[in-house]
């Protein structure tokens, strides 16, 4: 993408920090220790996404994929909780201390936090994901031009799909948005949390939470059905009952969203299917083919300025697509979309590929993160 040259901005002012709480109970933190907020707003300011704490360690923080240890003493049990109180009600933390696993979310005035705490050998811990409040969009991603077509799309389903930390929640909110602005439909999400907070526009958004606004998410999404959607985002394709719910939805006009993780457009549908009886396949490639839209599986990579980039394996349900997917023949759909650029597909392979050429990675970096490394080391050396 070509991006107008502007003239230099003058640097700005840092921004001022919030304002922090004092040490918030008797039995509160270690003298060196710093509040979670002054934790999590450090973690913004430097750009990092995940603050990891835990009893017995150090904290550390995610910069662009990497771990970084942060100055700070080891974390004692007393200081841990009052970390949890400054974020959990005291019967979330009773839930906690039960359960042994905590899923939720909270907000700053800088940035949405979801929470998961859970237990382990050396004690209690906690993972802080940094969510952005202000949703960027697909133009700001780079995202390909072909996600606003497969956006555009009426009914049937979407998958976006990656490992945890791929970017999906951000890509699906871009896609969200886009809709939000572009289409007067009405969206339900169910999420387990909520991340991206999404304001109305032309859309009407309503966004459900697991835990807050429904006690179940097949219940959620089975209800879903009756409350007049157009666009039903679910947070993710767990089991045959969400799979089975999510496809009756798109085969009754809705578009359904939904996330799983696998790394590859093919290895999605192998996933799928794998959720069903050797009797049941049949059956189930049939309501695929006809209700997918396009599965995007998305990666991401570090690249040579220090900053991330998004890379695509895109497989858009072409009537051939179709085709190969009733006849269960997964190879032909890979080849197909190595050959399908006019349609908007493309492999991970390629799309590193164009990211080395556009010299944003390095060839090792390709190399390492390529599915098929042999067919990348070749089209590297320009034999493909």
């Known amino acids: 993408m070509i991006q107008a040259q502007n003239p230099p901005m003058p640097p700005l002012p840092p921004p001022p920090l919030p304002q922090l709480d004092s040490n918030p109970s008797p039995r509160g933190r270690a003298p060196g220790q710093p509040s979670l907020q002054e934790l999590i707003h450090h973690a913004f300011e430097e750009g990092y996404s995940d603050v990891h704490i835990g009893i017995g360690e150090r904290p550390r923080m995610r910069d662009r994929g990497e771990m970084l240890p942060l100055d700070y003493p080891e974390t004692d049990p007393n200081t841990f909780m009052s970390w949890l109180r400054e974020i959990l009600k005291e019967e979330e933390i009773q839930r906690f201390k039960r359960e042994l696993e905590f899923d939720g979310a909270t907000q700053y005035d800088f940035a949405r936090v979801r929470i998961n705490v859970f237990d382990s050998l050396r004690g209690h811990a906690m993972v802080l994901r940094l969510i952005p409040l202000k949703i960027l969009t697909m133009e700001q991603l780079r995202l390909p031009m072909i996600f606003k077509e497969i956006s555009d799309s009426h009914k049937g389903l979407i998958l976006v799909t990656g490992p945890t930390g791929s970017g999906k929640s951000t890509t699906m909110a871009a896609m969200v948005d886009y809709i939000n602005k572009e289409h007067p439909k009405h969206i339900?999400?169910?999420?387990?949390?909520?991340?991206?907070?999404?304001?109305?526009?032309?859309s009407l958004i309503k966004q459900r939470e697991v835990g807050m606004h429904t006690l179940r998410f097949d219940?959620?999404?089975?209800?879903?059905?009756?409350?007049?959607?157009d666009i039903i985002l679910v947070g993710e394709m767990?089991?045959?009952?969400?799979?089975?719910?999510a496809l009756k939805a798109a085969q009754t006009g809705h578009l359904v969203m939904g996330t799983l993780h696998t790394n590859s457009a093919v290895k999605t549908l192998e996933r799928i299917l794998s959720l069903y009886s050797a009797?049941?396949?049949?059956?189930?490639?049939?309501?695929m083919a006809e209700s997918l839209v396009a599965i995007i599986a998305q990666g991401l990579c570090r690249t040579t300025d220090g900053?991330?980039?998004?890379?695509?394996?895109?497989?858009?349900?072409?009537?051939?697509?179709?085709?190969?997917?009733?006849?269960?023949?997964?190879?032909?759909?890979?080849?197909?979309?190595?050959n399908g650029e006019f349609d908007g597909m493309i492999t991970s392979n390629q799309a590193l590929f164009n990211l080395y050429q556009?010299?944003?990675?390095?060839?090792?970096?390709?190399?390492?993160?390529?599915?098929?490394?042999?067919?990348?080391?070749m089209m590297l050396r320009g034999r493909i």
């Open 238 to 245: 767990r089991d045959k009952e969400t799979v089975n719910t």
């Open 358 to 377: 556009e010299g944003r990675i390095t060839e090792e970096t390709a190399l390492e993160l390529s599915p098929t490394p042999n067919e990348m080391a």
């Open 219 to 229: 219940n959620a999404l089975k209800a879903a059905l009756r409350e007049d959607p």
């Open 279 to 287: 009797e049941e396949r049949e059956a189930m490639r049939v309501a």
């Open 307 to 338: 900053k991330r980039a998004a890379y695509h394996d895109v497989m858009i349900n072409t009537e051939t697509v179709k085709d190969y997917i009733i006849r269960g023949q997964n190879d032909e759909i890979l080849e197909l979309m190595k």
């Open 188 to 202: 339900i999400t169910i999420e387990d949390p909520v991340e991206f907070v999404h304001q109305s526009r032309r």
